[in-house]
């Protein structure tokens, strides 16, 4: 059974940094393409980042250069460094590969207070 674990999340002030991480035990993880996504309260949840197989990067609009997808594949892990946070961040932070697209971890918090 895949496993996600995200962590890294916390309390920080706007303009601040945080970097999360995700653990997977996905055997193939070099060959997935990993994704980030986050969900606020009251809210669907919103696709982040994307990273591929060959470590091409996508992001959605309001990143707007302030966020830093990357992957590691030997300890098969997922990081999302996030810089210049805005109280719009605040959310719930989860990774996600496309090959298991059923599968979530329990998620990361991030608060950013203004």
């Known amino acids: 059974q895949v496993q996600l674990v995200e962590s890294g999340g916390g309390l920080v002030q706007a303009g601040g940094s945080l970097r999360l991480s995700c653990a997977t035990t996905?055997?193939?993880?070099?060959?997935?393409?990993m994704e980030w996504y986050r969900q606020a309260p009251g809210k669907q949840r919103e696709y982040v980042a994307r990273?591929?197989?060959?470590?091409?990067?996508y992001y959605n609009h309001f990143v707007k250069g302030r966020f830093t997808v990357s992957r590691d594949v030997v300890k098969r892990t997922t990081d999302l460094q996030m810089n210049n946070l805005e109280p719009e961040d605040t959310a719930v932070y989860y990774c996600?590969?496309?090959?298991?697209?059923?599968?979530w971890g329990q998620g990361t918090q991030v608060t950013v207070s203004s």
């Open positions: 990273i591929t197989n060959v470590g091409t990067t």
């Open positions: 996600h590969s496309i090959s298991y697209p059923a599968t």
């Open positions: 996905i055997e193939e993880f070099s060959r997935t393409v």
